[in-house]
């Protein structure tokens, strides 16, 4: 065993601050749907929006930064064997003591299934819920873009959608990322600190 | 660039404005006259009645009656353009005194003239003009109630059988000291409406004479202290903004000098459609494409400290009590809630507007028109709907009643109410009777058949608007039983969703804490075992 800093400072900022703001906005946004009163829509509409621009603003750095350090290939699909073999491991080699399928190092830091799981969190949910949420925000403004042929109920349609499915993510994910590690708990700790114990 | 311009202007205009001094405002609203009237050689005389006071004023201002016989102030007949239909206090039906064929003296103690007594009224006089009750600057001047336009000129008794004595006004010190309109000669009639303070309206009444700055922030008496020409811009003796024709969205900007219309009598004419400022929610300014200011800025009428008339069940006048007396109740605070000459009321005060989509198109059911007497027949019913880009959501006062109808020919019935002739419902309560004379007078035979049917009338609100800090808030009509929960077409956010789309959705997120709860359970499981 070693330990690899297999998160770099920027990678840890962005993952757990928008998982703040992602949190903040699941929240805030079923407060403006109607589905909890925690709050007035008044103050869920106030902080949902700004930590929809937060956001906005932190996937541009984001972006930039995975682009320019070559870090996008991190989410570059494995081949379909190889997911396949994981979807095996979680259905069943799990249950049966055998050894996990994937090695993880700083160049391949996520297994097949994570690779497909972020991937389509960042090119399918992401962009559906921030795009409609930004033609929800400029509603009012759409006629002069020339897209007024847009209703309301599409927008809300598909903010409320992909909504759900980025709540069915956050479960998903929380339960991976917390029990998933040799040590309860570790993958968070590596999280946060950077380092992560990995087999050499 | 155009509309950032009008933003510029409407901010110049905002901005310039707010540093005005009250007192400023009031002197530009009432205007600095170069006449001193009591100076004038016409009006040195004593006068015995309000036709030689007109006969005095149209020596110098030699067109104001004509002008003013085109007005529907003078008509009470108005054509609406949008509908073809012929309007106007003459034609129309309401759900308060119903009509005023029949009525004339009573009802036309509000018309702009002298003499309205009966239809033989001579509507091309120009000495029946009245001058005093919209020019007098004194609050001494008053029609007689029952006086045909007349103010009265012996003292006479009103209410009738009180004991209080009315004075005659003095004609010549009115007449000398004229000036523009106020508050208080608008409001004469328009606050007094339907034959009492704040019967009609509900956001004009007798508290609109010196509003406070929570009843109505633009005539605020200590404030802007606006007159109703400020907004209602006048020229020639027409004034701006029907409620025949509402205005129900504006999209002219700023009204500046220069624009070929000066009319101000929209919220829009001065304020601008993005009327709110930079540092307030930019939410607010995409709210107006659909929505007209005073749905959030006029938060409940009837805000005054009086109450408004609600409802008027006129198939319940007529009773008397134990001792044989016509019956009279008052509520706790004095207003009647029964009269044996009209029935039943109900008055509210701080009411919530009902809202409806509107583009401005009232269509009236006039007396030419078959009701389904199956259902409430509508007074008027307002038009509009969400795709339509003229259209707002819109605050009403709705007026309910029960009123008299002809069962047979299915038409609502014209009642003869005032008089002293024994048809007059108010002189032999007797319906056939009153109905049969009303209805005649409108050249319509009635069949014998009556009924009374439910009725509900539609009043825009559009005055008392209250000051920024009492407006509604976002969560007022933005939840499941909010204010617009009854507006219908489009999808709102927070009031709004898809329940199958929540279903799915749920099952979803349950399903997957379900799965992932049961994966690791059974991971603690199979552990154990192997372990």
Known sequence: MAKVMMYARFERFWHWSQAALIITMLVTGFNIHGSISLMSFEQAIDIHTLCAWTLIGLWVFAWFWHITTGEWRQYIPSTPERILAMVRYYAFGIFQGKSHPFHKDRSHKHNPLQRLAYLGLHILIGPAIWISGLFYLFFGDLKALGLDGLSLEVVAITHTAAAFLMLVFLIAHLYLALTMSDKFGAYVKAMITGYEEVDE | ?531
Not at chain 2, 470 to 497: I, K, Q, W
């Open chain 2, 1 to 531: 660039m155009r509309r950032f311009s009008i933003v510029c202007w409407g901010v110049a205009l905002v901005t310039l404005t707010s540093w005005l001094p009250a007192g400023l405002w009031a002197a530009t609203g009432d205007g600095k006259s170069t006449a001193d009237h009591s100076k004038f050689e016409q009006l040195q005389q004593t006068f015995q009645s309000g036709p030689e006071v007109t006969a005095a004023c149209l020596e110098c201002h030699t067109e104001a009656a004509s002008q003013l016989h085109k007005t529907s102030h003078w008509t009470w007949a108005f054509e609406n353009p949008v509908t073809g239909q012929t309007l106007g206090k003459k034609n129309v039906i309401n759900n308060f005194c119903v009509a005023t064929a029949t009525n004339w003296p009573r009802c036309t103690s509000c018309h702009i003239g002298y003499g309205w007594k009966d239809e033989t009224f001579d509507l091309t006089s120009e000495k029946n003009v009245d001058c005093l009750v919209c020019h007098d600057t004194t609050t001494t001047y008053k029609k007689f109630p029952v006086g045909a336009g007349h103010p009265n000129y012996e003292p006479k008794e009103w209410p009738p059988k009180s004991g209080k004595i009315r004075q005659p006004p003095d004609l010549t010190k009115i007449a000398q000291s004229v000036g523009k309109p106020s508050r208080d000669t608008c409001g004469a009639c328009h606050f007094y409406g339907g034959g009492g303070n704040g019967v009609k309206h509900g956001h004009l009444d007798s508290s609109m004479h010196k509003p406070t700055r929570e009843t109505d922030v633009h005539m605020d008496a200590a404030g802007l202290n606006f007159t109703c020409q400020t907004c209602h811009t006048t020229g020639g003796n027409e004034i701006s903004g029907s409620r025949y024709v509402t205005k129900a969205s504006d999209n002219r900007g700023v009204v500046i000098p220069g624009q070929a219309d000066q009319n101000r009598a929209s919220c829009e004419s001065c304020h601008s459609n993005t009327p709110h400022a930079e540092a307030a929610n930019p939410k607010l300014n995409q709210h107006t494409d659909k929505i007209a200011c005073v749905t959030c800025h006029v938060p409940e009428f009837a805000r005054g400290g009086r109450k408004t008339k609600m409802w008027w069940d006129w198939s319940s006048a007529g009773k008397k009590d134990e001792q044989g007396k016509p019956l009279l109740i008052n509520d706790e605070d004095g207003y009647p809630i029964y009269d044996f000459k009209k029935g039943d009321f109900k008055w509210e005060a701080n009411v919530v507007p009902t809202y409806r989509w509107f583009d401005g198109d009232v269509r009236y059911t006039l007396l030419s028109d078959t009701i389904d007497d199956t259902a409430v027949v509508p007074i008027n019913s307002v038009k509009g709907s969400y795709a339509d880009p003229n259209s707002r959501i819109w605050p009403f006062k709705v007026m309910r009643g029960r009123q008299p109808y002809d069962k047979q020919q299915k038409i609502l019935a014209v009642p003869h109410l005032f008089g002293k002739d024994e048809d007059a419902y108010w002189k032999s309560f007797d319906w056939g009777k009153a109905v049969t004379a009303g209805l005649a007078a409108r050249g319509y035979e009635f069949s014998g058949d009556l009924g009374f049917v439910e009725t509900e009338y539609y009043w825009p609100v559009t005055h008392m608007v209250a000051p920024k800090e009492n407006t509604l808030g976002c969560d007022d009509c933005h939840s499941r039983n909010g204010r617009l929960a009854g507006v219908e077409g489009f999808y709102m956010p927070g009031r709004d969703r898809f329940e199958w789309i929540d279903m799915i959705g749920w099952l979803l997120v349950v399903g997957t804490f379900g799965g992932v709860s049961l994966h690791g359970l059974a991971r603690i499981f199979t552990a154990r075992k192997g372990g």
